[in-house]
Every structure is written in C-alpha cells, then in structure tokens.
C-alpha cells in the first residue's frame, strides 16, 4: 500500500504507540510504553515518584523491569540499601522481571538476551543507553527517574516526535574495525550534539552485514551524539537472534522509501581503521594509528557497549597465548551472566587468565567510576566503554581512552595504545 | 513568575559526570548530592551558590547519563533557573519534571558574564542582565511546560490530575 505520509522507522513506531495514522517531528504525543526499566542507582527515585504521584500498582507486572547492575554486587553499604529498596519493590509488585546478582547482567545487554526487548516496540529507560535496543529495531529511550516512575504507574510516557537523520555507510569492513569503530568515526564526525534531539538511523550494506552485537553498540552510543534514539531496520540477522529469544509477537517497521530526513550522511568504511576517543568527550576521536606513544596503567574491556560474547571472542583471538604488559591492569567484565558461562565454556577465561588478566562477575564497575577498577590521580585507561568525561572512571585528574575490543586487548598487550596489527595478524 | 540570582557561567558541553559524579550516585538524598554538585568543574560551588543564584552555560548543557541526581543537586543547591544555549534532552525533561526550569538563549549565553546579577520572567522568557543592563530574549517555554513549572514538576502535576479525574468520577 502506497502511503500519503511517508514515515521513518522511529515515525512509524511512535504513530502505532500513540494510536495515529502518522505522527511528523516536532508533535507532542502521548506514547503507549511496551517496557519500563530503571536500575539500582535511577530506581530509587523513580519508585520515590511512582508513590508520591499515589499510585499503588505498576501498569503491568510483566513489563516494568528492574537490573540491579551499577554498583552490584553491592559495593558498600549505602548500595545495598539501594538495592534492597529495588528488591522489596520488585516483590510488592510482583514483578515478573527483577534480576538478583547471580542471574543478572548490565541491562542493555541481558534484556535483549532474555527477549525483553522486541523489534517495533517503544521502550524507555531510566538510564541513557536505553537506546541500545534500537538494534532491534525497536524504539527506545533513556529517561529520568521521574519520567519513569510517572510510565510504571501508567504505561505511558509523552514524547516529542524526533526528526531523523539517515547514516549510510559503504564498504567492507577492514580486519579488526567493528560496529564501535562506526559509531566512534561517526560521533567524531557530527559531534557530541551532532544529532541532538534527533532519531539516528543507521543503514547501508555494511550495516546489513554487521552481527547483532555491533548494532546493538551503534544504538548504544547515539546518545553520545546527542541522539534521541538510534535505530536499524530489522533483517535476517536481527530474526536469527530473536528466534530463540522472543516470546511475545512482534512487529517489524521499515522506513518509507520517500520518508523524510533532516540530514543524511554517507560513509565509506572500507578504509576505515580503529578508532579511538582521547579525553575528555566521545567526539575527539582518531584512527588508532595517528594516536603517538599513549602509555596506559589500565583497560577494560566489558560495558554494555562491548561487554559482549562477540567482543569477548575479538580480545581472546589477540590475547591467546599472550601475556599482557607487566606495567598494567586488564579488567575484563562479561555483561551477562550468560555470557560470563560461555566465555567459560569456549575457553576464554583460560586464555584470559593466562594472559594476566582479572576476570569480574557481571556489573557497570568501572564504566561509570563505581568500583572494581577505579582509577588514581594520573592514571590512564583505555576502556571500551561509551564515555570518557573527566573523572568518569574515578580521579577527576585520571583519563579514559574509548576504543573498541581489538584495540583494547592488543593495547595490553603492548602497555601503550597500539594498532591489533602491531601484536597479531588477522 | 520572576527569577533573580548571580550568574555562575559555565562552557559548553558540560556533562553529568562534572554536575554530580557518579561516585555519589550510592544514595539518593538531595541534600547530600547538593553538597558535591560541580565540585570537580568548580571546587567550593555548593558552599558559595546562593538560593536563587543562575547558571550560565554554552551549548549541551547537561549531556551524558540520564541521572536525575544532576537536576536535583543543582536544585537544591539552590539554583534557580538555568539558562544555555542548548541542553542535553534528558537533562532538559528531568529539569522541568523537577520543577527546575531551563531556558535557552545563545545571546544571553555569550553576553552574560560570571557574577552578574540577572532577573528572568518565566512567563515571557525575557532575561534581564541587571549589572550590564541589557535584555536577553529566550526561546519561550512551550505552555506544557510552563504547567509542569507552575505544577512544581511531574509528580504533583499528575497528583493534581488524579485528584481532578476522582473528583469527576
Ligand atoms: S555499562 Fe556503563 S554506560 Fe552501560 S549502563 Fe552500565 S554504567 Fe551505563
């Protein structure tokens, strides 16, 4: 059927959640949420919020979630109480999805992996990188703690319909380059508001080959762009990841060939090389090998950026056998428990542990300064995770470099910043 | 509804993790997150910001996490009114679902200097710069968002919604 008002993914979306025909950028609608989610540190406020608006029950106990995942297991005692708050919730309400230490993941990652999250869904977050299911194809968010406490009472958030802008990139993807490398190029590229307000899609033939693992880190960091939502029409690869997991139906959306756009940009990857964001914001960004001699006290690699299966595998295919350099810290953290077993069962602990590296139970940690890898004053790291702000992994006088898993595990390696090709070929 | 406070200015870009740090993101007390508002971008804010006082930044204000502390520990350190040239989006829903309102004026942004004194009119989204004497103008706030302000944020806006649909049922 030929449509009188062309769409994007994200506008099509956004009209079957707020019961319209179509939806134009700019309006205010009032949204029908498929899936609400807070975590240990935005919860609190928002069940603060859920109370005082004098709401008693959630809108539905299947599809309001809670991830203890920042600073769990609990790092300290005011934490806990943190956590205990989500947990009695969570049991008041019944709620059918709250993740205790043990089961539990950082959210991005493990809501996808439990099929929480589903293609053409609108789905919000009390945390920034909500915007990591549009991987799938779905729309969704970070909100504040208010915002959400305001959608588990009723279901239902108000939204501004987002311009979109279209990101289309060409070309093979040279060894070691992953979806972190694009999202990085890009954000060097537009800027840290370079797509504020806006709805990211991502698309080209490089996107259609790219794993779920990729995509799903493309949409994470659109919010380092300032970026509403990022966004990827799904194709084979999102329906061979969804099989196992989905358990409710789902629709899937495509953008109108004739759908409108506030800007497009187009990129040719094929002589891209790895990325790599120096302090203090996610837009100052080179290739890997026009960064000097960086000498580096740590690295991490895990995140709900690159705390995936995939990124695990990239690192132990340069670690194997190797030992890291004796000057430095590898802090490797799996996002999920799920992952943490098959890392186990693929024998990625083994090459990791001979490497000199320490492994960690799933947890934020380090991204965000918590604990479990905290830096000192003067300290460097290198992490791939999405932010490198002044005083983000600790001391407000330390600095994070952002890279993706290859040149993160290869950097160990040497001590200092490096290109994968100086340590191992592919 | 008339705003007046000394201007503390800020640069651009200015994100979460420098409004309030994570590693005081354990707890959720307002008082306690005041205490360590900008105190990595400007040691000795929180004792020396008066109730009332504005801050003053360039473009993206507030980019970043999602953390409502930011918002909140500015507030009740008694920040007023923020004005910028641009705002990260979920610092600007946070902000006015708090009850804290935000404009934004690229003129005002680049002519006001720190320490100033300036006067604000929500309703009209003028900016008075008393010590220069000049007047700003700012985007207006769309007439939602002034109810959220009037309201004093989300919570007792939809408080009040609940209350006025038993009312009619
Ligand atoms: S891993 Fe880092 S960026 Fe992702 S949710 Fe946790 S703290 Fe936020």
């Known amino acids: ?426 | 509804m008339k705003l007046e406070g000394k201007v503390w200015k800020f640069g651009a870009d200015v994100d979460t993790d420098a409004i309030i740090p994570a590693r005081y993101l354990n707890q959720s007390d307002p008082k306690e997150l005041a205490k360590h508002a900008m105190e990595d971008e400007c040691p000795g804010f929180s004792t020396e910001v008066k109730e009332g006082d504005i801050l003053l930044a360039e473009k993206n204000f507030g980019c970043g996490s999602s953390r409502e502390h930011a918002p909140l520990a500015l507030k009740a350190a008694g920040i007023s009114c923020i004005i910028a040239k641009s705002f990260a989006r979920i610092f600007f829903r946070n902000s006015f679902n708090l009850g804290l309102p935000l404009l934004e004026s690229p003129e005002a942004s680049e002519a006001i200097k720190d320490g100033d004194r300036v006067q604000v009119d929500l309703n009209t989204g003028e900016i008075f710069d008393l010590t220069q004497n000049r007047k700003f103008s700012a985007t207006p706030i769309p007439p939602f968002m002034q109810e959220l302000l009037r309201d004093g944020g989300l919570i007792p806006h939809l408080r009040k919604k609940r209350k006025q649909s038993t009312k009619k049922t």
């Not at chain 1, 109370?51 to 991830?67: C, D, M, P, S, T």
């Not at chain 1, 890009?186 to 504020?196: E, H, N, Q, R």
């Not at chain 1, 003067?378 to 040149?407: D, I, K, Q, Y």
């Open chain 1, 1 to 426: 059927m030929k449509t009188k008002h062309p769409m994007t993914i994200t506008e099509k979306i956004l009209a079957a959640h707020s019961g319209k025909k179509a939806v134009v950028p700019g309006e205010l609608i009032d949204v029908r949420i498929d899936l609400a989610l807070a975590n240990d540190i935005t919860a609190p406020l928002a069940i603060q919020a859920f109370r005082e608006i004098g709401a008693e029950k959630v809108f539905n106990r299947n599809r309001v979630v809670l991830v203890p995942d920042h600073f769990t297991p609990a790092k300290d005692i005011p934490s806990a109480e943190q956590c205990k708050l989500l947990r009695e919730f969570a049991k008041a309400q019944r709620l059918a999805h709250y993740f205790e230490v043990g089961q539990c993941g950082i959210e991005h990652v493990l809501l996808p992996e439990k099929g929480l999250v589903l293609p053409g869904e609108a789905v919000i977050g009390a945390d920034s990188h909500t915007c990591t299911y549009g991987g799938l194809g779905a729309f969704s968010t970070g909100v504040g703690s208010t915002d959400l406490g305001a959608a588990m009472a009723t279901g239902r958030l108000w939204l501004k319909v987002p311009e979109s802008i279209k990101l289309i990139y060409h070309g093979k993807l040279n060894p070691w380059v992953s979806g972190k490398d694009l999202i990085l190029a890009t954000i060097g590229d537009i800027g840290v508001d370079g797509a504020l307000y806006q709805a990211m899609e991502f698309c080209g033939e490089t996107i259609r080959k790219l794993p779920m693992s990729g995509r799903f880190t493309m949409a994470n960091m659109a919010i380092e762009a300032g970026g509403k939502n990022g966004i990827i029409e799904p194709d084979e690869i999102t329906l061979k990841f969804l099989k196992p997991r989905a358990k409710r139906p789902y629709k899937i959306y495509r953008s109108d060939q004739n759908a409108h756009y506030a800007n497009a940009r187009e990129y040719d990857v094929s002589k891209l090389h790895p990325q790599v964001a120096l302090p203090h914001i996610p837009s100052n960004v080179k290739d890997v090998r026009e960064c000097g001699k960086i000498e580096i006290d740590q690295v991490v690699i895990g995140s709900c950026t690159n705390g995936h299966l995939d990124d695990l595998r990239v690192a132990g295919r340069i670690l194997k056998g190797k030992k890291i350099a004796p000057s430095l810290r590898l802090i490797i953290i799996p996002a999920t428990q799920e992952i943490y077993w098959q890392a186990l069962k693929e024998g990625l602990f083994e090459i990791f542990l001979s490497a000199g590296a320490a492994i960690s139970t799933p947890t934020c940690g380090p991204c965000l300064g918590g604990y479990m890898g905290v830096l000192a004053a003067g300290e460097r790291a290198l992490a791939t995770t999405n932010r490198n702000f002044r005083g983000r992994m600790g001391h407000v006088e330390s600095e994070v470099f952002l890279s993706g898993p290859a040149v993160a595990a290869a950097s160990a390696i040497k001590g200092r910043i490096c290109h994968p090709e100086e340590v191992v070929r592919k």
